[in-house]
């Protein structure tokens, strides 16, 4: 089975390992954001400083909101499918024939003949663990969740975040003029939105060039629209 | 099989429509990062004036990256989707015994016996259409997107981040200083939380109560840390 042609294949279908999929989550919009405020700010406000005050703590909001937000999503994540499955285990035991039926609805979805149908859901209704684990699955479409997952995923997002916010925040630090730093800022920000964009699309097996070109858009759209909008207000 | 029991079964295990998806996912980060951006200026900026714009530009930023990330993300799933369903058929054409082979062993790891598994296998592959589709359900995970939704789900996204985002700033408007203006949109912000984790919490089947404490926990950990923040870095 291991010919270079399957081998190719699953390579081709390698989706990314967790820490990057978080890693993707927090800089995309770590890189976006932050940069986009900046720019925003440096059409309509004389003071840098007050530049990276608003960017630093846009860094600070951001990352909190996403890194604390997705602790949360994954305890729920965790807190409901504990709770669906005791509720799958009650219900295999109190209404076992509409269960059943649900297992042969689930053979049937897939186009198999009524025998087939029938012998697959006796033979999984055989084991309750097996029968709960192929519901909780296939009828509600849940995996189990790691438990570890959560607080780790919490923290490499919100590092993420922050990394990609400060890249483009850093030349304010070091100009005396918005405008002066927003020249710089958006030459750092295209160039790490692209690479970003490339390596992004790399991974999940799309065309890394149609990729980072993307990604560079959504970023100079959103700074693009923050400076307008934000020179509009200050008039 | 419509019992009051099963009835409610079926109200429990509910899942959200796309647009309400599309809506708590805006309105997470956009009743959030805006309210703590402010929230954060309020201690470190006299002028309200630059508060506002910067909560503006803010607004503007997030849900443009946020609108057009997703309205991209959905035009990449899409493209993925169909690459994806070519390769399947060229496969089913090309390596045909491999495929079988997979087919099979979803099957075995639902624990049935090598006789369903070899019948279940031959009836799937009768037709290419159903074992394409089969493939890209089960081998990949992949389900066939909405051709609208990208659009749609941009639009949803970015308007309820949007609207999200500028209650709390609201207040804003109406004070002479900062910090009077983070009372009022503190409190608003909250309460908005509040709500809002109380109907997302619902909607998904968890517990309201402790889904609306912990929405409004993340803003008001992302607002004191980006007031504490900026407040430093004025020194």
Redesign the interface.
């Known amino acids: ?1 291991e010919t270079p ?2 081998h190719d ?1 699953h390579e ?2 390698l989706t990314s390992s967790d820490l990057l999929r978080d890693i993707v989550i927090g800089m ?2 770590g890189l ?2 932050p940069f ?2 900046a720019a ?2 440096s059409g ?2 004389k003071d840098v ?2 530049i ?3 960017g ?3 860094i ?3 990352s ?3 890194g ?2 997705g602790y ?1 999503a994954g305890k ?1 994540e965790q ?2 499918y504990n ?2 499955l005791k ?1 799958e285990y009650l ?1 295999i035991k ?2 076992p024939e ?1 269960e059943k ?1 649900e297992v042969r609805d689930f ?1 049937a979805d ?4 009524s ?2 149908q029938e ?2 859901m006796t ?2 209704i055989k ?1 309750d663990d ?1 029968w709960v684990d ?1 519901m909780m699955k296939y009828e ?1 479409g849940l995996d189990k969740p790691d438990p570890q997952r959560a607080s780790k995923s919490a923290f490499n997002i919100g590092i993420s975040y922050i990394i990609g916010g400060l890249v483009p925040l850093l030349p304010y630090f070091f100009v005396n003029n918005g405008i002066d730093g927003l020249k710089i800022s958006a030459c750092l920000a295209i160039i790490s939105l692209l690479i970003f964009g490339f390596f992004k ?1 790399k991974m ?3 065309n890394p060039w149609k ?1 980072a070109i ?2 560079a858009f ?2 100079a ?3 693009g ?3 307008a ?2 020179k509009m ?2 008039g």
């Open positions: 089975m042609h399957t294949h081709h279908h995309s919009d976006t954001v986009a405020l925003g700010l309509a406000v400083h007050l990276v005050i608003a630093i703590a846009e600070a909001a951001g909190i909101a996403m604390l937000g949360l729920t807190d409901h709770s669906e509720r219900e109190e209404l509409v039926q053979f897939l186009g198999l003949s025998e087939v012998k697959a033979e999984i084991n097996r192929f509600l699309s999940t097996g799309m990729g993307k990604v959504i970023g759209i959103a700074a629209c923050a400076f909008i934000a207000i200050q």
